[in-house]
């Protein structure tokens, strides 16, 4: 409902305001399952993405998020709840894991499902290298993956910052990416990074980031 509520209200708005660039749209199914792959260079990119899809999108948040202390921390979780957002513990190699099964339940039930194969936001703006999760659930679901390159968020809303910029953002959908009846293909850790790279190389085309063969966690770590 919240959702529903925010796209008769907010979306209008903010597509009025920005005006998004967005091609490929019609390689976002108007219903049934897939994955919304995309690169990640700011937090804007999940009100964006969903704003040029005309469609919810689903995606993994922090755990942390729905368990603040408070009212305020009530509210916050309801909104996140409201608004599709999906807890998982980014600190437990085992949570983690498991939010691949919640991710195929998803998808089971006909959604979209957002996800940054980078698995952080990128620390430099360059495109690093996928974490095998996106293979995993293209696998083990077989539905489609839609890839996206996002374009100029990182200047609307940059890194560390909570204050908006009018700037021109692009939003660019490709074709879908078929890795149907290969289920028994996700025990294979080369298969994995073979598709993951399939992905990757996709949504770079979109995006026309430079490519670093390094996860953007240990950059930042370094950094």
């Known amino acids: 409902m919240l959702y529903r509520a925010a796209e008769l209200t907010v979306s209008p708005v903010l597509r009025a305001y920005f005006r998004p660039a967005v091609t490929g749209r019609d390689y976002v199914p108007r219903s049934g399952p897939a994955i919304i792959a995309a690169n990640h260079i700011s937090a804007s990119d999940e009100v964006f993405t969903p704003i040029a899809a ?3 999108v689903f995606y993994f948040a922090k755990a942390e998020y729905f368990h603040g202390a408070g009212l305020r921390g009530e509210l916050t979780s309801r909104m996140f709840y409201g608004l599709g957002q999906v807890p998982v513990d980014r600190s437990d190699p085992k949570a983690a894991a498991a939010s691949i099964d919640v991710g195929v339940d998803l998808l089971a039930e006909g959604k979209l499902l957002g996800i940054y194969p ?105 950094g």
């Open 54 to 56: 005309r469609r919810q």
């Open 118 to 222: 980078e698995g952080t936001r990128s620390p430099d703006g360059r495109l690093h290298k996928f974490r095998t999760g996106v293979a995993r659930l293209a696998l083990r679901s077989g539905v489609p993956v839609i890839p996206v390159g996002l374009v100029g968020t990182d200047l609307v809303l940059p890194p560390g910052s909570r204050r908006w910029r009018r700037h021109p953002v692009g939003v660019h959908f490709g074709p879908a990416l078929d890795f149907s009846g290969r289920a028994e293909e996700e025990r294979s850790a080369r298969v994995l990074r073979e598709v993951s790279e399939t992905i990757r190389s996709a949504i770079q085309g979109l995006s026309g980031q430079e490519y670093v063969n390094a996860y953007g966690s240990a950059v930042k770590a370094t």
